[in-house]
């Protein structure tokens, strides 16, 4: 099945820094690329998500990028603040995998005031 | 409009017994999936139903089974549990399926083996 790796297990930046997650991939079929957040004792929920056919998005201070030819993609939150510390989920879906996510292993993020 | 439930919320049992976990989606959304998530291995895809109809399973063994009901409201089941079993399991509720939009997840079941 789909291998997605995600990197960095574990990030601390200072609030007002930037904070980057990479996800890589395996299977060239993947066409859908959502993150989750999930906070302490919370659900996952869903942040922002792209398609195979956009290389950017962008909604205020988080964007993903997209690199279909390298087969990695990014979440990059600017401006951080405390109430971003949470762990980050990264994940794909392709037609060879119908209708389930990959998740990486996801990527603690603490935002220290 | 509620959310994604789950019951129960938490369960102990000891090894060897069996499990069934139930989820009750979003009211409209008719594919329902569930994750397993433990800390060394994240959210690992247990299976997903739609219109009753399972339409993919993950890589579990065959003591992990589910359903779907007419109301889409959808179950789990473990069989012979073992300790590694232990786990948060997350129930997600869509529209269609995981990859044409968001998933909605529950507040999950915890589920302790001993």
């Known amino acids: 099945g789909e291998n997605v790796e995600q990197h960095p297990s574990t990030l601390s930046v200072q609030e007002g820094d930037s904070a980057v997650i990479k996800c890589t991939y395996s299977?060239?079929?993947?066409?859908?690329f959502p993150w989750y957040k999930q906070e302490l004792g919370k659900r996952p929920q869903l942040i922002i998500d792209i398609r195979s056919n956009v290389g950017e998005k962008k909604d205020q201070r988080i964007a993903v990028t997209l690199n279909k030819t390298a087969k990695h993609f990014s979440l990059h939150i600017t401006e951080t603040q405390p109430e971003d510390s949470a762990v980050y989920f990264c994940a794909t879906s392709s037609t060879n995998s119908g209708y389930a996510l990959n998740f990486g292993k996801g990527t603690s993020l603490l935002v220290t005031p | 409009k509620a959310g994604v439930t789950q019951t129960p919320r938490y369960l102990i049992k000891t090894r060897g017994q069996q499990v069934t976990l139930s989820c009750s989606p979003i009211?409209?959304?008719?594919?329902v999936s569930w994750y397993q998530q433990t800390p060394g291995q994240g959210l690992q895809f247990l299976f997903e139903?739609?219109?009753?109809?399972?339409?993919n399973k993950g890589n579990f063994p065959g003591r992990f089974s589910g359903r779907q009901f007419s109301n889409s409201r959808s179950e789990m089941n473990v069989s012979t549990l073992e300790l590694g079993d232990s786990a948060l399991y997350l129930c997600a509720s869509s529209l269609m399926g995981g990859n044409t939009g968001e998933l909605f997840f529950g507040e999950g079941s915890r589920l302790t083996v001993l």
């Open positions: 009211s409209g959304h008719r594919s």
């Open positions: 139903y739609f219109s009753e109809t399972q339409r």
């Open positions: 299977d060239s079929a993947s066409n859908y």
